[in-house]
């Protein structure tokens, strides 16, 4: 007897990572994930409120954390575990590409008759391809799929009654991609795309539910490390209204993958509520998922009136500059707010050619005027692998770093710099046109991705080269402005000196540990390699982590207690009679 209607899963990126030596490098430096991407996406949350409304019973495992926290974790013998009607797995970011299809491989080969469905964007974008592995049975396409998962859900528990699936049933849910009884493909039209956010529940209240119901919080984690540092995200929108050409989130993307016109925003009254009712949960710092102003200043006001007086820490993203009127407004609201701004380079021709149009004049105006108004921390964020970007100009962006520090020293300004990796986002403006942009997609299909993964190192895991860096260019590039940042990082305080000599050794032996490896390819037969490749897993393993910054540096400091535990408790109780009492209903 199944003991859940429908299970989530979260792969890592390769599965079993921990089984293989892969010089992982500095791709998940700047995001709170591991370098397998521990971190599922933020809609397993949405989807499983929506479901338990209903009355379905969900769960989430995320395998990949519970295999970064424990080597010993038998993630084939929890699945074998697992009792669900329904099983759905994430394919939402391409680096997931071979974990989660080797997890749908394992889930099929214990559980032959239970439906297996994926969801994501690189799921909607690859969608006839993914529909094409015995794996995988159903494919939920789009931003939104709360909706079309509820009919598909109630559709299939039908015909678990009914000993059959009524595949008219089937043809009439939206945004699905599926096979038919006799392997035929189905296309169904995208229609499913609302045009708001305010019919969902975005407060992580059905996990806090769950995680109390099932006494289970190790497979809810949303990434390994959250347990220390239980970051919140907020999310203000689906889709986005800019067109930055790296990003497989713009709004042309969106278009392409998801079918979205226009962003879906969620009220400002009720994004206020979502931030205050994560505070009951977690006291670490809620991270506002899109810029406040995208919808408009009244939306902006309107939000930061409603949250005034929130006592935690807000991270706000900005995606244009901020004047001082607005810092004002932003300090008045929020006054414990951080700001993360991702302008990606000094250089204002890379910046023209990544369709975003300020100065660097405006860029450090809003810097002084979000430090000058009382902004707690400004992280700042560049990145490697950009149109028109020398491994010059990266250099160059790391002396404009050095700039800024001496003018705006208090230690408040948080430079970062990474690469663009391991992927070109597939449907973005430069996947899409990569000879305008002046690139060389290496990869154009669900499987070349899945095959490029299992490459040596990061740097043979990229899926693009540029008109003015190969592969090895980017990568020793990389290596030689982390090792700069951080020097200047010690220099200016911002890190202390043992961190940032642990990070300069860390570099040295990635950046010789590259050498090697790239000797053993030209030396070895395959088998050689793997066989050699194992040998220095060891040191690999220890290099892996926070490559070129220290991961802590993303962190901010935030108390002594992480939780707020008997609000949980009470939170988790009063809701659990109310589910059953749903599920009574139905
Ligand atoms: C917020 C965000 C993040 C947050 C993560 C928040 C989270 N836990 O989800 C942070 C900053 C940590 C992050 C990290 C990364 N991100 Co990001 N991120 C975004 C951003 C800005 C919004 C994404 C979002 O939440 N959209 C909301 C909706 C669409 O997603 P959702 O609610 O989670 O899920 C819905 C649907 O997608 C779908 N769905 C998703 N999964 C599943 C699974 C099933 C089974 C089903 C049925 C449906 C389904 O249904 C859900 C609900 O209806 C987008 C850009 C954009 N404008 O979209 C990039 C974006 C998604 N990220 C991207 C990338 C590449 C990354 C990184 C790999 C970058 C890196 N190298 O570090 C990491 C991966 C982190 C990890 N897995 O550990 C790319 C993905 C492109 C691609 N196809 O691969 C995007 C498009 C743009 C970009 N370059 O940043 N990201
Ligand atoms: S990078 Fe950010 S601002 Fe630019 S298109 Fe993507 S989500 Fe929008």
Request: net charge negative.
């Amino acid at each position: 007897m199944p003991t859940s209607d429908v299970i989530f899963l979260h792969a890592p990126t390769v599965y079993d990572f921990r089984q293989r030596a892969t010089l992982w490098g500095p791709t998940s430096d700047l995001v709170p994930s591991e370098p397998v991407f521990d971190m599922y996406p933020v809609g397993f949350s949405t989807l499983c409120a929506y479901l338990e409304a209903d009355g379905f019973r969900t769960r989430i495992v995320n395998l990949a954390a519970r295999m970064v926290r424990s080597r010993r974790f038998d993630a084939e013998k929890l699945i074998s575990r697992l009792q669900g009607r329904v099983f759905g797995i994430d394919l939402h970011w391409m680096p997931h590409a071979h974990g989660s299809l080797e997890i749908a491989t394992l889930v099929k080969k214990h559980h032959p008759e239970i439906p297996i469905f994926f969801g994501g964007y690189s799921s909607s974008y690859f969608h006839e391809e993914l529909i094409r592995y015995p794996q995988v049975d159903y494919v939920l396409r789009g931003d939104s799929t709360e909706e079309p998962l509820r009919l598909l859900i109630e559709c299939l528990t039908a015909a678990e009654k009914n000993h059959e699936i009524n595949e008219d049933n089937l043809k009439n849910i939206p945004n699905l991609t599926w096979k038919d009884r006799a392997g035929e493909i189905h296309i169904n039209p995208q229609t499913y795309i609302p045009e708001d956010l305010d019919h969902l529940e975005m407060n992580y209240r059905q996990m806090v539910r769950s995680v109390v119901r099932d006494l289970d919080f190790l497979n809810y984690v949303p990434f390994s490390h959250w347990i220390d540092y239980p970051a919140m995200a907020v999310l203000t929108v689906r889709g986005c209204k800019y067109n930055c050409a790296y990003c497989g989130g713009s709004a042309s993307s969106s278009r392409l993958i998801t079918g979205r016109k226009a962003p879906a925003f969620r009220s400002p009254e009720k994004l206020a509520q979502d931030m205050r009712d994560m505070y009951k949960i977690s006291r670490g710092p809620g991270f506002l998922l899109g810029d406040i102003r995208q919808p408009g200043m009244d939306y902006a006001r309107s939000f930061l009136k409603a949250v005034k007086g929130y006592p935690g820490q807000g991270m706000l993203e900005i995606f244009e500059p901020v004047d001082h009127a607005f810092a004002e407004e932003l300090a008045e609201g929020l006054p414990e707010f951080v700001i993360e701004f991702s302008p990606e380079s000094h250089d204002e021709k890379v910046r023209r050619a990544l369709n975003m149009r300020y100065t660097n004049d405006e860029i450090e105006e809003t810097i002084a005027a979000c430090l000058d108004v009382g902004c707690r921390r400004f992280d700042l964020f560049f990145m490697i692998g950009l149109p028109e970007q020398t491994p010059q100009s990266v250099l160059d962006s790391i002396d404009y770093f050095e700039r800024l520090l001496e003018r705006f020293g208090d230690g408040r300004l948080m430079p970062f710099i990474g690469p663009l990796a391991p992927f070109v986002d597939p449907g973005c403006p430069i996947y899409e046109q990569p000879e305008k942009y002046g690139y060389h997609i290496l990869c154009q299909t669900l499987e070349e991705h899945r095959q490029i993964l299992l490459g040596p190192t990061w740097k043979h895991i990229l899926n693009y080269e540029t008109r003015w860096m190969n592969r090895d260019e980017l990568a020793d590039v990389t290596y030689e402005a982390g090792r700069r940042l951080n020097a200047l990082k010690a220099r200016f305080g911002l890190i202390n000196p043992t961190v940032a000599l642990e990070t300069d050794r860390r570099i040295k032996r990635a950046v010789s540990l590259m050498a090697t490896i790239d000797q053993l390819i030209k030396d070895c037969t395959p088998a050689e390699l793997e066989r050699e490749l194992m040998a220095l897993k060891p040191k690999i393993d220890r290099t892996n982590v926070s490559t070129v910054c220290e991961k802590t540096e993303l962190d901010l400091p935030f108390g002594i207690t992480s939780f707020n535990l008997p609000q949980l408790l009470k939170m988790g109780t009063a809701d659990i009679c109310n589910n059953i009492f749903n599920r009574m209903k139905r």
